[in-house]
């Protein structure tokens, strides 16, 4: 039986597979074959060479075939492809083709082959020998038989043989290739194709196969016992590892064997089992001689004591498994990744050289490396002071953190700072590279181990100004502006044509919003400089003019609809310093009054006019001029929850004085104030109403402003630019009742005044602080207020100066503002700084030698810049306000003992901490007790003098004494060291600016006799 399989390089596409038998012939003679596309397929002519042939065609057609050629016989034509495989006999040599009728034209491929009968016998195999042989293949044998011929191949099963040799006619000698353990047919196939076989003439017999050896590794002196594991062993197999033969080889069955591995060199060695018929099975690298480690080198060969360093340990015969350990604490993530190389990461370790050992686990072998890694203490950054500089560098700073050692470096950002000085092991002082505008991480680098503060310090470019907002203002000054550009920095300040600015702030490094100071008339370039003296300016960005048109800024309104007591509103938008705020409040009952109206600008607010009453309606009208600038929220408080109340808040520039109002109410379908006649030319007529039904539009002349809703009520105004009489009306959508006020504002008379500066500019909580104010347009008669508490013994000394006693107040920052007599006013916000005292917590090092000079960091809070130090009343030098807790400072010279230490800051607060240092005297010996002993030492004495210190070391000579106890500042208690017979100058050290004192000859040493013996 047989199955025929053909298989292609990917899927074909409608294969048709035809397989045919003859019997017959044997040898290929002649082919044929050609394609076209017409209704009849033909292969075209070839010559055979004998007689006696078969002629056999078959085509491949894309329509069908109808039949065979002349003289064919059809032998299938398939379905459904229709294609024909034919045949004839010829018995004489000549010239044939094979050809086929289509049922229609298309195209087709059409071959002829022929086949004809043997000319020579085929051979035949009559014998193998060796007739057997190992599985494996390579047993060279003999066959026998007959009509052998040269080119003859040789198979054993399906299995080619090699080194196939053509001796003679009948003898071949080949090489047997694997195979399956069991007979295999021997078959020779000659050069013609024809073949003879001997069934079963080989049979394959398996040799032993080592597939494990357990354990795999042990030492290289030999004496493992392992079990080796596989199949095929038989009795008296013998054993080698390598080619050394193992001892104590036991055969326990056909899998598995024990034995004892021999003596080898490092590495992996082959362990080969051999039968006693001669087969035998390997296993390369089948076991692993391990020598003794050794450790050559570790990288990085230092690292943080906190553990965590990855490292790599080099050396020879690290086997898997083996443990590695920094002094005696284990490593992690320890990796064999070879016999050389070992990764590992470090454990945490003291400071100091720790000894790398690495341990194989096949004999607990070892080799270590001493001093192989160096554990060093990670320095930490925790803060920056000054944290900001400019980009171009060179500002001086002072780095706290922990772990700063002597030769530290220091990074911002990947550039290295300058004059780098490492004060302690917690400060250090530098000097900023270059460089780029924005943050930049500050690294302390200490021996290889760095400690970063990530966005530690900011770089401060060079500011742009690129616009202003309002871009003008009267020359009087205090224009609330925006100022936009880039790289603002706190700290920055503005001027306007040469003058500085109030009420600056830094909102972001884009945004700066401050007052205007006074100006000329006409255009001014607007400067920020920041910190640095780093500035940036746009030319006639703001212009100053004589007057300001009067003109409409914002409007908003509430209005809850239900009883309400207070109620607050907000103007949409920051205000300008200067404007007028007109604040309408109407409610629906006649009960509720207006107790205030104030808002969180802390302007103060005047009754226009009000309250004016109709059915059930009542409403008034109030204004503050000059108001402060910035957000700002109104609150109007009732005496009562008010019904329906109606607030309307509108700001109005160019105005600021109230001139004449009108009030009237009614029950029509047009409201009216009735009217009232302006003083002056170039007013704000400014109307409301409150109405019971609603307002439909404004009066004639009138711009509405806001109708509220839902309560339809109106805000409306005019300008009008000569005196007369005036008055305010709306039109309602129905007839009901109102009420309807107006109000006119004229453009101030005289110029608002301005605050520029105070001086000092901060003071104790308790007030009391003597202030100059500085500015413009003071009238006599102004008042001061420092936030809302009013300022004492106020003198306007001119219109640029008033004098003033600060009043009591809370810390931080507080408005100060100057009202004159007409209600105009003027402020500077955070103008004046409530500050707490001082207090002092502590003093490190806390002592010094009483010649003065040592470095001290004093700790505590409210320390302000300026601030002053004095210790026992003498002052420090060098002092540097760090920050409002930290001032380091050199201390003076003083005298032997404690001195308090007192912090001043400029504004005459003070804060001390008693006996805070201690100064420390050169010491004097006085007296030594007992003055002579053993020159074996061991001698108890105590030691009198003066300015002894805690941490004072004593020398006899030049050896130091033990057991040194500083008592007091006038007695040491020692013992003395040996030394040589006769007397030594004893010396006390102190260890605070290493002061030493001495007394010469204070100790005698003696020989202690000896008694050997008595006689008799």
């Known amino acids: 039986?047989?199955?025929?399989?053909?298989?292609?390089?990917?899927?074909?596409?409608?294969?048709?597979?035809?397989?045919?038998?003859?019997?017959?012939?044997?040898?290929?003679?002649?082919?044929?074959?050609?394609?076209?596309?017409s209704a009849t397929a033909s292969s075209g002519a070839a010559t055979t060479t004998s007689a006696n042939e078969l002629i056999f065609g078959a085509d491949l057609v894309a329509t069908a075939t109808a039949a065979a050629g002349s003289g064919f016989t059809s032998r299938i034509i398939t379905t459904p492809d229709e294609d024909i495989a034919e045949d004839k006999t010829v018995t004489t040599a000549g010239s044939n083709s094979a050809t086929?009728?289509?049922?229609?034209?298309?195209?087709?491929?059409?071959?002829?082959?022929?086949?004809?009968?043997?000319?020579?016998?085929?051979?035949?195999v009559s014998g193998v020998s060796p007739n057997n042989g190992s599985t494996g293949g390579g047993t060279a044998v003999t066959i026998t038989g007959t009509n052998f011929a040269s080119g003859a191949t040789v198979t054993f099963g399906t299995a080619a043989a090699t080194n196939v040799v053509v001796v003679s006619s009948t003898t071949i000698t080949a090489t047997a290739p694997a195979g399956s353990a069991g007979a295999a047919t021997v078959t020779v196939t000659n050069a013609s194709g024809q073949s003879g076989s001997l069934t079963g003439g080989f049979t394959y017999t398996a040799g032993p196969a080592v597939s494990s050896v357990s354990p795999s590794s042990g030492v290289a002196s030999g004496g493992t016992a392992?079990?080796?594991?596989?199949?095929?062993?038989?009795?008296?197999?013998?054993?080698?590892?390598?080619?050394?033969?193992?001892?104590?080889?036991?055969?326990?069955?056909?899998?598995?064997?024990?034995?004892?591995?021999?003596?080898?060199?490092?590495?992996?060695?082959?362990?080969?089992?051999?039968?006693?018929?001669?087969?035998?099975?390997?296993?390369?690298?089948?076991?692993?001689?391990?020598?003794?480690?050794?450790?050559?080198?570790?990288?990085?060969?230092?690292?943080?004591?906190?553990?965590?360093?990855?490292?790599?340990?080099?050396?020879?015969?690290?086997?898997?498994?083996?443990?590695?350990?920094?002094?005696?604490?284990?490593?992690?993530?320890?990796?064999?990744?070879?016999?050389?190389?070992?990764?590992?990461?470090?454990?945490?370790?003291?400071?100091?050289?720790?000894?790398?050992?690495?341990?194989?686990?096949?004999?607990?072998?070892?080799?270590?490396?001493?001093?192989?890694?160096?554990?060093?203490?990670?320095?930490?950054?925790?803060?920056?002071?000054?944290?900001?500089?400019?980009?171009?560098?060179?500002?001086?700073?002072?780095?706290?953190?922990?772990?700063?050692?002597?030769?530290?470096t220091v990074k911002f950002g990947t550039a290295a700072a300058t004059n780098v000085v490492v004060v302690s092991a917690t400060t250090i002082t530098s000097t900023t590279p270059a460089g780029t505008a924005g943050s930049a991480t500050v690294t302390v680098t200490v021996n290889g181990q760095s400690g970063s503060l990530a966005g530690g310090f900011t770089y401060i470019g060079q500011p742009t100004v690129s616009g202003v907002s309002p871009n003008n203002g009267p020359t009087a000054g205090g224009t609330a502006v925006t100022i936009t550009g880039a790289n603002f920095a706190t700290g920055a300040t503005v001027t306007i044509g040469g003058a500085a600015a109030t009420s600056?702030?830094?909102?972001?490094?884009?945004?700066?919003?401050?007052?205007?100071?006074?100006?000329?008339?006409?255009?001014?370039?607007?400067?920020?400089?920041?910190?640095?003296?780093?500035?940036?300016?746009?030319?006639?960005?703001?212009?100053?003019?004589?007057?300001?048109?009067?003109?409409?800024?914002?409007?908003?309104?509430?209005?809850?609809?239900?009883?309400?007591?207070?109620?607050?509103?907000?103007?949409?938008?920051?205000?300008?310093?200067?404007?007028?705020?007109?604040?309408?409040?109407?409610?629906?009952?006649?009960?509720?009054?207006?107790?205030?109206?104030?808002?969180?600008?802390?302007?103060?607010?005047?009754?226009?006019?009000?309250?004016?009453?109709?059915?059930?309606?009542?409403?008034?009208?109030?204004?503050?001029?000059?108001?402060?600038?910035?957000?700002?929220?109104?609150?109007?408080?009732?005496?009562?929850?008010?019904?329906?109340p109606d607030i309307r808040i509108l700001e109005y520039r160019g105005v600021t004085a109230l001139d004449v109002t009108a009030g009237a109410s009614g029950s029509s379908a047009t409201a009216s104030s009735g009217a009232a006649t302006t003083t002056s030319a170039n007013e704000l007529i400014f109307g409301a109403d409150l109405v019971a039904t609603a307002t439909a539009a404004a009066g004639s002349g009138f711009t509405?402003?806001?109708?509220?809703?839902?309560?339809?009520?109106?805000?409306?105004?005019?300008?009008?630019?000569?005196?007369?009489?005036?008055?305010?009306t709306a039109a309602l959508t129905s007839a009901g009742a109102w009420v309807m006020q107006m109000v006119t504002f004229s453009a101030a008379s005289v110029p608002a005044p301005t605050v520029s500066s105070v001086s000092p500019n901060s003071g104790s909580t308790g007030g009391g602080t003597a202030v100059t104010i500085t500015?413009?347009?003071?009238?006599?008669?102004?008042?001061?207020?420092?936030?809302?508490?009013?300022?004492?013994?106020?003198?306007?000394?001119?219109?640029?100066?008033?004098?003033?006693?600060?009043?009591?107040?809370?810390?931080?920052?507080?408005?100060?503002?100057?009202?004159?007599?007409?209600?105009?006013?003027?402020?500077?916000?955070?103008?004046?700084?409530?500050?707490?005292?001082?207090?002092?917590?502590?003093?490190?090092?806390?002592?010094?030698?009483?010649?003065?000079?040592?470095?001290?960091?004093?700790?505590?809070?409210?320390?302000?810049?300026?601030?002053?130090?004095?210790?026992?009343?003498?002052?420090?030098?060098?002092?540097?306000?760090?920050?409002?807790?930290?001032?380091?400072?050199?201390?003076?010279?003083?005298?032997?003992?404690?001195?308090?230490?007192?912090?001043?800051?400029?504004?005459?607060?003070?804060?001390?901490?008693?006996?805070?240092?201690t100064y420390v005297g050169q010491p004097t010996v006085s007296s030594v007790s007992p003055n002579s002993g053993s020159n074996s030492g061991g001698t108890a004495v105590t030691i009198t003098g003066t300015n002894f210190a805690t941490g004072a070391a004593v020398k006899f000579g030049t050896a130091a004494a033990t057991n040194v106890v500083v008592v007091n500042s006038t007695t040491i208690t020692a013992t003395t060291p040996a030394g040589s017979a006769g007397a030594s100058t004893v010396t006390v050290t102190n260890s605070v600016g290493s002061q030493s004192g001495s007394l010469a000859s204070g100790f005698t040493y003696v020989v202690q006799p000896t008694v050997s013996s008595v006689s008799p």
Do not use: C, H
């Open 226 to 408: 392992v079990t080796i594991t596989g199949t095929n062993f038989s009795s008296g197999a013998t054993v080698t590892f390598g080619g050394s033969a193992a001892t104590n080889v036991v055969v326990v069955n056909s899998t598995t064997i024990t034995a004892t591995a021999p003596a080898g060199s490092a590495g992996t060695a082959t362990v080969t089992v051999a039968n006693s018929g001669g087969p035998s099975g390997s296993l390369s690298g089948g076991f692993t001689y391990v020598g003794q480690p050794t450790v050559s080198g570790v990288s990085p060969n230092s690292g943080s004591n906190s553990g965590g360093t990855a490292v790599t340990i080099t050396g020879t015969n690290f086997a898997t498994g083996a443990a590695v350990k920094f002094g005696t604490a284990a490593a992690t993530n320890v990796v064999v990744v070879n016999s050389t190389t070992i990764t590992a990461t470090t454990p945490a370790g003291s400071a100091g050289a720790s000894t790398v050992t690495v341990t194989n686990s096949v004999g607990s072998q070892s080799g270590s490396l001493a001093s192989g890694f160096t554990y060093v203490v990670q320095p930490t950054v925790s803060s920056v002071s000054p944290s900001s500089g400019v980009a171009a560098g060179g500002t001086a700073v002072t780095i706290t953190g922990t772990n700063f050692a002597t030769g530290a």
């Open 704 to 728: 509405s402003r806001i109708i509220t809703t839902p309560d339809e009520d109106i805000a409306e105004d005019k300008t009008v630019t000569t005196a007369g009489s005036n008055s305010a």
């Open 100 to 124: 086929a009728a289509l049922t229609s034209a298309g195209a087709w491929v059409m071959q002829m082959v022929t086949f004809s009968a043997a000319s020579v016998p085929a051979p035949t």
């Open 504 to 644: 600056v702030v830094v909102v972001n490094s884009t945004t700066i919003t401050a007052a205007t100071p006074a100006g000329s008339a006409g255009a001014a370039t607007v400067t920020v400089t920041n910190v640095g003296s780093q500035s940036g300016s746009l030319a006639g960005g703001f212009t100053y003019s004589s007057s300001v048109a009067i003109a409409f800024a914002q409007v908003a309104s509430a209005t809850p609809q239900s009883p309400t007591a207070t109620v607050s509103v907000s103007y949409p938008a920051t205000q300008t310093l200067g404007d007028l705020n007109v604040v309408v409040v109407g409610w629906n009952d006649v009960a509720s009054t207006v107790q205030s109206v104030k808002d969180s600008a802390g302007n103060t607010y005047r009754l226009a006019i009000g309250p004016t009453t109709g059915s059930g309606l009542e409403q008034s009208i109030y204004y503050a001029a000059n108001i402060a600038g910035g957000s700002n929220t109104v609150t109007v408080t009732f005496s009562q929850a008010a019904s329906y």
């Open 1 to 37: 039986s047989n199955t025929v399989t053909v298989t292609f390089s990917q899927a074909a596409s409608y294969p048709d597979i035809r397989i045919l038998e003859y019997r017959g012939v044997t040898a290929l003679d002649v082919t044929a074959g050609a394609s076209g596309s």
């Open 775 to 917: 500015g413009t347009n003071f009238a006599s008669g102004a008042t001061v207020t420092f936030g809302t508490a009013a300022a004492t013994n106020v003198v306007v000394v001119n219109s640029t100066t008033i004098t003033a006693a600060a009043p009591a107040g809370s810390a931080g920052a507080s408005t100060v503002t100057v009202t004159n007599s007409s209600g105009q006013s003027g402020s500077l916000t955070g103008g004046f700084t409530y500050t707490a005292g001082p207090a002092v917590s502590s003093v490190s090092p806390s002592s010094g030698v009483a010649s003065g000079g040592t470095a001290v960091t004093i700790t505590g809070t409210n320390f302000s810049s300026g601030a002053t130090v004095t210790f026992g009343g003498s002052a420090a030098t060098n002092v540097v306000v760090v920050n409002s807790t930290t001032i380091t400072a050199t201390a003076p010279a003083g005298s032997a003992g404690t001195a308090t230490v007192t912090v001043a800051n400029s504004g005459g607060q003070s804060g001390s901490l008693p006996a805070a240092f």
